[in-house]
């Protein structure tokens, strides 16, 4: 599943497409009225978490990628697209995915300060709303997208490693300072994230994720599946302390 910096990536590169007008639309969505979308100006594209905004003047297509969704830009591929949207000189389609059409303004449907990579993220909210999950293991609050969206299994796990707390720490047992350095390279980790992911070298700077050993410690990582999300979970018994 996309994290919020691959989602930013795809908003910029589809900004070209920005103020262009949809010269045919079709898709094997069930969701979109496909059809309605010929002769619509797109004026925006936006972001949150892991949500891709394709913004049109008097409503928004949302798209979730999931699991296995995929996108391609100025080509195509032989599967039919859940949506497919013709420019002159250029496409966009969108595989795999779940779509969901919005009529209210954005605003009243997303929290902007919950983006790790919106400007307008608020740490000392973010900050607030984890001191009333108490009973919260932080491998879940890390990847609770109304605390912080856009964070995802690889973020979650190379933060942990960075700020050396175990993933079954209680967030009411975390000091509250733990608690601040966890929020802020959460926010740092996106961004290094998103400049790694352009470079095309983010697999080699994984710290934790998917590794057998310990760069700290020198000993084998944990690998459990952890927390109510069930996620794949890479941890390292000594350097990483549990607060429970």
Partial sequence: MPEGPTIVILKEEVMPFKGKTVSAASGNTKIID??????KKIID?????????????DFTIRVHFMLFGSYRINEHSERIPRLHLQFEGGELNFYACSLLQITKPL???????????NEKFDKEEAFNKLKNQGDTLVCDALLNQHLFSGSGNIIKNEVLFRVRIHPNSLIGKIPDEKLKELIAETVNYAFDFLKWKKEFKLKKHWMAYSKRICPRDKVPFQKQNLGKTRRRTFFCNICEQQYI
């Fill in 34 to 39: 496909v059809d309605a979308l010929t002769g």
């Fill in 45 to 57: 594209f936006k972001s949150w978490g892991k949500h891709f905004l394709i913004c049109f003047d």
């Fill in 107 to 117: 605003d009243e449907v997303y929290d902007w300060t919950e983006d790790i990579m």
